[in-house]
Every structure is written in C-alpha cells, then in structure tokens.
C-alpha cells in the first residue's frame, strides 16, 4: 500500500467509531410441533415404491369451489405467486376425471415419479370441481392430501380460471439433483 492510499484511506476513516458491542443475539431455533412431526413422518418421496403411504380412507372434505394452496417450507414467495398466477410454463397435463380414486392416486404417483425422471418441474393436474360427486368435491380433497404429504412437491395453487380454475391444480416439483448442480455451475461462472 502506498502512503498516498494510506493517507487516503485514514481521511475517510476519520470519522469512523468503532462498535462497542460485538455479539450478535442469535434467534431461538424453532421446535416443530406435534402435528408438523407427524406430517413430516407420513410424508413420502416419490423414490418410494408405496403409493399406499398415500391414504384412501381419510382426506379434509373441501368444498367445490375452494382453492387449494400448499407451500413447503423453503419456496420463496415469488416462485410460489408465479405458480400461484399461472406464470410458468404447464409442461405436463394429468387430468383425473372419470377415476376411481386408488387409480387416480396410483395415476398422480406414476405421472409424478415419470415427470421427475425427465426434469420436468410445472404440471397442471385436472381433477374436476366434484359438484356432482358424492361427497362433493371428493377427488379435489384427496388430491390436496396427496400432494400434501409427497416430498417432492414444492407448492401447489388452483389453477386461474384459463387453465381449469378451481377445477384444477399447479404443481411444482423439486429440482432434480443434476439441475441443481447445472444452476449451481451456470451461477458460479457468472460471479466468477
């Protein structure tokens, strides 16, 4: 450093005081319920080859007309309010009508482990409003369970009204371990 860049340096550090407290206060961890401890135990990859994990007996009634909204911990806000606005791209269609629901479950798992497998990460998936169905909207209730308790799902929003509305869902997908590590390649050779 030369005396000049020293005596330039000091000027501007002239008026600097230095900080008297040095500690940083860090936050509690937070303790996961019961309930969320439960949920993270029922939860399953799409790597398992179950697809019973995934109940038929029991899912929360929702009505015809109700949105479904899921977002995992982790999912920034304007990744999820651009699925949630239906700004990404639908690489992939599944539409449930007229299934059973052990079809439709074992339909959503094979369509789901089938998009992971080629790096496919925004789905639509139709499941119909369920006026008609006995009890209503009984496909749209347990779709928003299954999705719910697969891993791999990040978040998941009813549809805007072009692409199916409350008819239907978005789904985002996790990335796959080789996209992660493109994205992290592709980033490191523009910072560096």
């Known amino acids: 450093m030369s005396q000049d860049d020293f005596e330039l340096f000091q000027q501007m550090m002239g008026d600097v005081k230095p900080l008297h407290n040095d500690t940083a206060e860090l936050k509690k961890s937070h303790r996961a319920s019961e309930a969320q401890l439960a ?7 799409l790597t398992e080859d179950n697809p019973e994990y995934l109940s038929i007996d029991h899912a929360p009634m929702i009505k015809p007309d109700d ?17 949630r606005l239906g700004k990404y791209p639908i690489q992939a269609r599944l539409d449930l009508h007229r299934k059973t629901l052990k079809d439709a479950r ?19 998936i139709v499941h119909g409003r369920g006026e008609r169905s006995n009890p209503p909207a009984m496909m749209k209730s347990y779709l928003a369970q299954w999705l719910s308790q697969i891993n791999d799902v990040q978040c998941v929003h009813s549809a805007q ?30 910072m560096g």
């Open 161 to 190: 009204r072009f692409h199916g509305g409350t008819g239907a869902v978005y789904v985002l997908l996790r990335k796959s371990d080789d996209k992660k590590l493109e994205n992290r390649e592709r980033h490191q050779k523009r």
């Open 67 to 83: 949105i479904i909204e899921f977002k995992r911990d982790g999912v920034q806000d304007g990744v999820y309010r651009k699925l």
């Open 39 to 45: 949920k993270r135990e029922a939860a399953i990859w």
């Open 106 to 124: 074992d339909e959503v798992v094979s369509f789901l482990k089938q998009c992971m497998r080629m790096d496919i990460r925004t789905v639509t």
